[in-house]
């Protein structure tokens, strides 16, 4: 893809698209970045900044990951991670980024109770994130899963059905079960003593209800409400949200994300089956506004129950190293998985492969 990428961003020829560009893949490149949701943007971006050639590859048809956005008739809504907070200072540079180009709205400072840290959400979409981060990456490529990663001529192999994509080093960004299945798949041995560790990191799996309202929703302000799994009112529901109330849509449309016992039990249900169900436990957040159209999002992966003790985890060493990084390994919060990200970019920055160009 060339010229004006979705959302209104303008891509540098040859970049974000599907499939090899130019016999790139066959030079080789100092990193291949596995993923092109938060973490791995962040690295690449981290990583080109300094010099180093790097190679996105995502199976998705765009950037982004859970960072998802899907427009319904008219609404617009996001329906994986729903706004984001920046704590500490690492993330500083790219609000202040966001905040210059106009793109960044304060939804509010906390749902049930006010902690003083801005929730964050993107005026086009929790996706615009992930594209504004893509948006100046030399390659980016959509569209391309990676079957394995192994061992390849001077470094590295993340074999695609379009061929081998070649690299010094290699950063797998994928939920952790994922990334090990592709390392497994190429024959690759993490050392025993970590990798039992990596083995124990499972996820929270998640269906998004998405419902386009005629109307307003009962939803008192700021338009959302986080809810305890099992606490009174809850329902199957652990997250709501109106996304006109942040300034996403042009109408009312609400996201409701399930709990993880809930996802599980449903999961391989009938979609209509599940969809009756659950407009039916959302009566109390519908109000009296009658629904246009819902739709369902499943996330297999929406969410780790435990967390790496470090900010990325160095699975192979030395100066060919495969690196994974995640929300897994920074804790589950989208700025956590772009510390993650810049944490695996200093990590393959000070390998001597990478280290210098």
């Not at 590859?57 to 899907?70: E, Q, Y």
């Not at 008219?74 to 609000?95: I, K």
């Not at 509010?108 to 003083?116: I, L, T, W, Y």
């Not at 959302?224 to 009312?252: C, E, I, W, Y």
Request: hydrophobic share 40%; with cysteine.
């Amino acid at each position: 893809m060339t010229g004006t990428a979705a959302g209104g961003i303008s891509r540098p020829p040859g970049a974000w698209h599907s499939g090899p560009v130019n016999g790139r893949a066959d030079l080789g490149a100092d990193v291949v970045v596995i993923g092109a949701g938060l973490s791995g943007l962040a690295a690449a971006r981290s990583l080109e900044a300094r010099g180093r050639r790097v190679v996105v590859l995502d199976k998705g048809r765009s950037v982004g990951g859970r960072l998802a956005t899907r427009r319904i008739g008219d609404a617009r809504l996001d329906h994986g991670a729903q706004f984001f907070t920046q704590r500490g200072p690492e993330m500083a540079g790219l609000v202040d980024e966001l905040r210059a180009e106009g793109s960044l709205n304060e939804w509010c400072r906390g749902f049930s109770e006010a902690d003083g840290h801005p929730r964050y959400a993107m005026r086009d979409g929790m996706t615009a994130l992930a594209k504004h981060l893509a948006a100046d990456l030399a390659d980016v490529r959509v569209g391309t899963e990676v079957r394995s990663v192994g061992r390849g001529r001077g470094g590295w192999q993340a074999m695609t059905d379009d061929g081998p994509v070649a690299g010094t080093a290699v950063l797998l960004t994928a939920p952790v079960p994922q990334s090990l299945a592709l390392l497994d798949r190429g024959g690759v041995e993490i050392d025993p003593g970590i990798r039992p560790a990596l083995d124990e990191i499972h996820y929270d799996a998640a269906l998004a209800l998405l419902v386009v309202l005629d109307g307003p929703p009962a939803l008192a302000d700021p338009g959302a409400v986080q809810l305890s799994p099992g606490s009174p009112g809850a329902g199957p529901f652990t997250f709501v949200a109106d996304n006109m109330a942040k300034g996403l849509s042009d109408r009312h449309a609400l996201t409701l994300h399930c709990s993880d016992r809930v996802s599980r039990a449903c999961w391989d249900d009938d979609d209509a089956v599940v969809l009756t169900d659950l407009l039916a436990a959302a009566a109390p957040w519908i109000g009296t506004a009658p629904v246009v159209e819902a739709q369902l999002k499943r996330w297999r992966y929406a969410s780790p129950r435990s967390v790496w003790p470090e900010s990325c985890c160095v699975a192979v060493d030395g100066d060919e190293p495969v690196v994974l990084a995640g929300d897994a390994f920074d804790g589950p919060r989208v700025e956590g998985a772009y510390l993650s990200g810049l944490a695996a970019a200093t990590a393959l920055l000070r390998t001597r492969s990478t280290a210098t160009r």
